[in-house]
């Protein structure tokens, strides 16, 4: 069974990727130290989208389960 892929438009704007990036930031900290360097590609699919998100980590923090 496929899903229809509705989608208001194809493409972001470049305030709307460095929006979702700043939002991935936070999230990628817990995670990881990186340079603060973030970058996306956002490819049409077949069967939507495919985002590709790019950053260099420095190293992976530590982190336990949560409970």
Do not use: H, N, W
Not at 28 to 35: K, L, N, V
């Amino acid at each position: 069974m496929t899903a229809a892929i509705t989608t208001e438009r194809d493409q972001m704007t470049e305030e709307e990727k460095q929006l979702f990036l700043a939002d991935l930031k936070g999230v990628c900290a817990e995670y990881f130290e990186t340079d603060e360097k973030y970058s996306m590609d956002v490819t049409r699919t077949e069967k939507g989208f495919s985002v590709c998100v790019i950053f260099d980590a420095v190293r992976v923090k530590k982190f336990k389960k949560p409970r």
